[in-house]
C-alpha cells in the first residue's frame, strides 16, 4: 500500500531537536510520495526528525504532542504529580492527570500516560526498509539506520514501562496481510525487554562515540548504551520484586533477574570506563553547581537530551513551560508554583553530616525561629531543588508567610500589621513549597500570552551521568558487588557536598535516588519496579505554613497534614503496576488481553 507524505508533516524541523535546517524547496508540492522521500537527503532527514517530534515521551514522559499537551504546557509535570513528589496547585483550574488519577481513580478506561505508540513506530519501521536503498553514503545509511532503531527501542521501552508486554511489531504492515499479522498478540513482558537490549547490543557501535555540534539532540552509543543500562535495571528489578502472570505477558520469571542486572552493570560501566562524561562540578558553591547541571548546555553529564529553544512550540518553536509554571511570583496569570513539593520529599535530604533531614515536628511547632535554623545544614541539593520562604530569587526573598503572630499570641490572617501584610506574595495555601529545579531566574515569567509561556530553552536531561552511577550501584549491589556499588553511591555524594556512606544497603542506594533525581520523572518508574508503590504512594503527605512573629521577625511553623485535601486520598492499588490497555484498545484488536485488575 503506497502511502502519502504531507509535506507539513516533513517541514518540522524547527519545533524538535537540534537538526539542521535546510528549507525543503524542490519544488511547490502539496504531497510527497514516499518514494520520492526516499530519494532525497533533505527530506530523508526531515523525516527522521518528525519522528523525533511524534515521540513527546521522550520530554518527561509526555503523552502528547503540540505547545498545551506535551512540554510546552503543564504535562510535563504529570510523572512527577502522580509521584510522591509533589501536586499540581492551580485549585481552580488542575489540569493535569496526576490530579485525578493519583488518589485511585485509575480504572479500564485509563487517562493517566497513556503512550501506545504504534504510529510512531510504523514511521521507524517504514524508514528502515526503504532508507537502505536511498542515494546516501554507505556510512550515512548506516548511522542512520542505527540512529532510528535507538529510537525504536526507546518507543518500545517506553510502552513496556506502562503495560507490559506489548505486541512486537518491526516491519511495516500491510492492508493485505492475515488478520494474525494485522492484529497480533501482546509478546511476554520479557520478549520486549530482550527486543530492547538485542537493539542496543546492535546497533550502539554504529552510533558516534561523539555527537557532533550540529546534531546535538540526536544519540551517542553512550546514549545507546544508557538506554541498555536503564532498561536492564527494570527488567532485573520486575524480576526480582514482581510476578509473572498472564503467562508472561506482565512479569518476569525471578531467575531472571540476575542476567538483566548483569547487563546493566556492563553498559553502566562501559560508559564510566569511556571517560567521555563526568559528574558536573564547574562551580565552587555545591547549590550553585547542582542547579547548573540542569541550566548550563552540553555539560559534562549529560548523556542524551531534548533540545530546546526560546520559542514558544504555537509559533513554530520548540521552547517548554517549566519556568512560567513551576517559577515563584510574580507570574503573568498570578500564579506559577503549579508543582508544590511535599514537606516528606523535603526532609528526605540528609543534613551535611549524613543524619537525618527529619523535621522533629513536635518539638519545631511550639517553637519561634528562622528559616535558617528549620533547614539549618541540608544536604546543598535541598536548596538546589526546592525553594520556600526566604529563598533568595532574583534579587529578593521569597515570602511565603500566612498570617502575624500578635504579641498575645492571636494569628491575625487579614490587613496588616505595622506595616507588614498579613500573607506574603506566594502561595501560602498549597505546601509551601516550591520546585527549583530547572528553573531559570533569568526568564521572564510575565510574559503569559500563548506566544509567551512555554519559552523556556533549558535542555531536558533523559541521560545524565549521575543517574548511570546510580544505575551501577543499584546492579552492583543486587549482584553481590558491594564495593563498587558504594564507590559510584559516594562520588555522587561527594559532588553534593555530604557525608559518604560506609556502609550501603537497598534502602540507602533507594533513598539516593529519590533525592539526586528528585522531579526528573524518574521516581513514579523506580516505586513501580521494585514493588513498593503500594506503600509508598498511598500516604497522606504534608505541607509547611510560615507563621511571622511580629516582635521578632522570625516564625512559628505549622505542619498541614492531608495537604492534597480531605477527600483526595492518595491510593496506589496492586494492579496500577501496570496501566490499563483500555477497552478502546482491545476492541480494536479481539486478540489483545487486558492487564489484570482492570
Not at 545509511?141 to 506502562?162: D, G, I, N, P, T
Not at 528562622?370 to 546543598?380: C, V, Y
Not at 497534614?561 to 479481539?590: A, C, H, M, W
Request: proline residues 4%; contains cysteine; hydrophobic residues 35%.
Amino acid at each position: 500500500m503506497k502511502r502519502i507524505i504531507s509535506l507539513t508533516f516533513l517541514i518540522s524541523i524547527c519545533i524538535c531537536f537540534s537538526c539542521n535546517k535546510e528549507v525543503l524547496n524542490k519544488k511547490p508540492l502539496g504531497i510527497i510520495s514516499d518514494a520520492d522521500v526516499f530519494k532525497d537527503p533533505a527530506l530523508i532527514n526531515a523525516y527522521l526528525t518528525q519522528v523525533y517530534y511524534d515521540m513527546p515521551i521522550l520530554g518527561n514522559d509526555c503523552s502528547a504532542s503540540g505547545p498545551n499537551d506535551g512540554d510546552g504546557g503543564w504535562h510535563a509535570f504529570d510523572i512527577n504529580d502522580v509521584s510522591d513528589e509533589s501536586f499540581p496547585q492551580f485549585r481552580d483550574w488542575n489540569p493535569s492527570n496526576a490530579f485525578t488519577f493519583k488518589y485511585g481513580n485509575l480504572n479500564i478506561n485509563g487517562g493517566l500516560l497513556d503512550w501506545w505508540g504504534y504510529n510512531t513506530v510504523r514511521e521507524i519501521n517504514q524508514f528502515l526498509e526503504k532508507l537502505p536503498s536511498s542515494p546516501l553514503p554507505a556510512d550515512q545509511v548506516k548511522s542512520k539506520l542505527a540512529e532510528a532503531r535507538f529510537l525504536r527501542a526507546f518507543c518500545y521501552f517506553s510502552m513496556v514501562k506502562r503495560y507490559g508486554g506489548v505486541p512486537l511489531i518491526t516491519k511495516v504492515q500491510d492492508v493485505n496481510e492475515p488478520g494474525s499479522t494485522l492484529f497480533p498478540p501482546r509478546a511476554t513482558e520479557q520478549n520486549i525487554y530482550d527486543f530492547i537490549i538485542s537493539e542496543i547490543d546492535a546497533i550502539a557501535n554504529d552510533l558516534p562515540e561523539v555527537v557532533s555540534a550540529d546534531n546535538l539532540g540526536r544519540p551517542s552509543k553512550y546514549a545507546a548504551l544508557a538506554l541498555k543500562s536503564r532498561a536492564a535495571l527494570y527488567a532485573g528489578s520486575i524480576a526480582q520484586f514482581g510476578t509473572v502472570e498472564l503467562n508472561g505477558i506482565v512479569g518476569i520469571p525471578a531467575t531472571a533477574a540476575n542476567t538483566y542486572y548483569q547487563a546493566s552493570y556492563d553498559a553502566s560501566e562501559a560508559i564510566i570506563k569511556s571517560g567521555k562524561f563526568a559528574l558536573y562540578n564547574a562551580d565552587p558553591n555545591k547549590t550553585t553547581n547542582f542547579r547548573n547541571i540542569f541550566l548550563v548546555k552540553n555539560n559534562s553529564e549529560v548523556i542524551f537530551a531534548k533540545r530546546h529553544d526560546n520559542v514558544n512550540q504555537a509559533t513554530g518553536g520548540n521552547g517548554w513551560g517549566v519556568d512560567f509554571f513551576n517559577c515563584p511570583r510574580p507570574q503573568a496569570w498570578g500564579r506559577g508554583l503549579y508543582e508544590q513539593a511535599y514537606l516528606e520529599l523535603a526532609e528526605s535530604f540528609e543534613h551535611t553530616d549524613g543524619t537525618p533531614g527529619t523535621l522533629d515536628r513536635t518539638a519545631i511547632e511550639g517553637k519561634i525561629m528562622t528559616t535558617d535554623e528549620l533547614w539549618a545544614n541540608k544536604d546543598p541539593r535541598f536548596y538546589a531543588t526546592f525553594y520556600t520562604q526566604n529563598t533568595s530569587w532574583k534579587g529578593n526573598n521569597l515570602d511565603f508567610h500566612a498570617g502575624i503572630r500578635l504579641p498575645d499570641g492571636t494569628i491575625k490572617t487579614d490587613g496588616a500589621y505595622n506595616g507588614i501584610a498579613a500573607t506574603g506574595e506566594q502561595d501560602y495555601q498549597g505546601t509551601g513549597i516550591g520546585v527549583l529545579k530547572y528553573l531559570d531566574e533569568n526568564h521572564d515569567n510575565m510574559a503569559g500570552a500563548n506566544s509567551g509561556w512555554a519559552t523556556s530553552a533549558q535542555d531536558w536531561l533523559i541521560f545524565r551521568y549521575a543517574e548511570i552511577l546510580l544505575n551501577n550501584a543499584e546492579a552492583s549491589f543486587e549482584l553481590g558487588n558491594t564495593a563498587d556499588a558504594l564507590s559510584s553511591i559516594n562520588q555522587i555524594r561527594s559532588r553534593a557536598g555530604i557525608a559518604p556512606l560506609a556502609s550501603l544497603t537497598r534502602d540507602k542506594i533507594h533513598h539516593e535516588r529519590k533525592v539526586e533525581l528528585a522531579f526528573e520523572g524518574q521516581r513514579y518508574w523506580d516505586v513501580r519496579r521494585w514493588r513498593t508503590a503500594v506503600h509508598d504512594l498511598s500516604v497522606r503527605w504534608s505541607g509547611i505554613r510560615y507563621i511571622l512573629d511580629g516582635a521578632t521577625g522570625k516564625y512559628q511553623i505549622q505542619f498541614i497534614k492531608n495537604v492534597d485535601g480531605t477527600s483526595n486520598i492518595p491510593q496506589f492499588r496492586k494492579e496500577n503496576y501496570y496501566l490499563p490497555l483500555t477497552v478502546g484498545k482491545t476492541s480494536n484488536n479481539k486478540n489483545l488481553v487486558e492487564n489484570p485488575g482492570y
